[in-house]
T-cell receptor, first 115, second 112 residues
Framework: GAVVSQHPSWVICKSGTSVKIECRSL??????MFWYRQFPKQSLMLMAT?????????EQGVEKDKFLINHASLTLSTLTVTSAHPEDSSFYIC???????????FGQGTRLTVV | KQEVTQIPAALSVPEGENLVLNCSFT??????LQWFRQDPGKGLTSLLL?????REQTSGRLNASLDKSSGRSTLYIAASQPGDSATYLC???????????FGGGTRVLVKP
């Protein structure tokens, strides 16, 4: 299957700082990327959907000014958690899909800890 | 609104037993259904994808069936191994390009 690379795999940051997470599709063009958040022992919660070159569509309850998503190219999307607080600590996972395949491919996830 | 449910939430079996994982969805108008595996602290690995026109898909020891009209899918894992211990998630998509709706997952433990 196609490969989606997510970086970093884990990050610890101080409260009030911003953190950027990258999601890359390595061998296909990701026209659509999805960002999820996952709490311990829970399923994935969709945060936003982004199409290359367009503004992201955020799910209800997700603050777009706090979770900035950029999808400027067909192989890269970034999620920036701005002014992070301890309650933002979570596991963040990206997913990518191209125009040909309906199958979704996932990154390895990023464990964010805000101290 | 589509809702996806996975029962049981957790399952523990001795090595060698067959695993049966259930997934149900409320809206039968789906485009496809995917089964994923997630190891602790890791991302998701796609196991099987079943198109809405298909009844089942097989890959090695894994077999997934789909009964769209009744809103059910079942993932069978034959001759389970300790390495099969993980959380298994099912997800459905309403139309091509749309978002996935996930079930809560089934945590599987295969005891040696």
């Amino acid at each position: 299957g196609a490969v989606v690379s997510q970086h970093p795999s884990w990050v610890i940051c101080k409260s009030g700082t911003s953190v950027k997470i990258e999601c890359r599709s390595l061998d296909f063009q990701a026209t659509t990327m999805f960002w999820y958040r996952q709490f311990p022992k829970q399923s994935l919660m969709l945060m936003a959907t982004s199409n290359e070159g367009s503004k992201a569509t955020y799910e209800q309850g997700v603050e777009k000014d706090k979770f900035l998503i950029n999808h400027a190219s067909l192989t890269l999307s970034t999620l920036t958690v701005t002014s992070a607080h301890p309650e933002d600590s979570s596991f963040y996972i990206c997913s990518a899909r191209d125009q040909v395949h309906t199958e979704a491919f996932f990154g390895q996830g990023t464990r964010l800890t805000v101290v | 609104k589509q809702e996806v449910t996975q029962i049981p939430a957790a399952l523990s079996v001795p090595e060698g037993e067959n695993l049966v994982l259930n997934c149900s969805f409320t809206d039968s108008a789906i485009y496809n259904l995917q089964w994923f595996r997630q190891d602790p602290g890791k991302g998701l690995t796609s196991l099987l994808l079943i198109q809405s026109s298909q009844r089942e898909q097989t890959s090695g020891r894994l077999n997934a069936s789909l009964d769209k009209s009744s809103g059910r899918s079942t993932l069978y894992i034959a001759a389970s191994q300790p390495g099969d211990s993980a959380t298994y998630l099912c997800a459905v998509i309403k139309a091509a390009g749309n978002k996935l709706t996930f079930g809560g997952g089934t945590r599987v433990l295969v005891k040696p």
